[in-house]
Nanobody, 124 residues
């Protein structure tokens, strides 16, 4: 198992930017596919972005394509989510997650390790 700690959340106005970080500790970070998910109040947890072990494959939810960028630094055992052009509908708790499954998993059930989440609030 790997332990994950998110940071970088906060409150911004619409159109602003935030960069979330997720620091991992424990087993070799380079062996994990990483994902970002978010959960708005009263809604289910949704997929946001995923990146494969060596960052060769990247996927985004349609709602964030062109605005969010996921990246992975295996040397620093950290995954990032750069969020630009933020909208009020991006308001949610953002979670990072790690998976050892083959390929680039994108389903909640594919991820075995989760961070505690970080709040992102976008005001109009």
């Amino acid at each position: 198992q790997v332990q994950l700690v998110e940071s970088g959340g906060g409150s911004v106005q619409a159109g602003g930017s935030l960069r979330l970080s997720c620091a991992a500790s424990g087993r070799a970070f380079s062996g994990y596919n990483m994902g970002w998910f978010r959960q708005a109040p009263g809604k289910e947890r949704d997929f946001v972005a995923a990146i494969s072990r060596l960052a060769r494959n990247i996927y985004y939810a349609d709602s964030v394509k062109g605005r969010f960028t996921i990246s992975k630094d295996n040397g620093k055992s950290t995954v990032y989510l750069q969020m630009n052009s933020l909208k009020p509908e991006d308001t949610a708790v953002y979670y990072c997650a790690a998976s050892q499954l083959y390929g680039t998993p994108k389903r909640i059930a594919d991820f075995g390790s989760w961070g505690q989440g970080t709040q992102v609030t976008v005001s109009s």
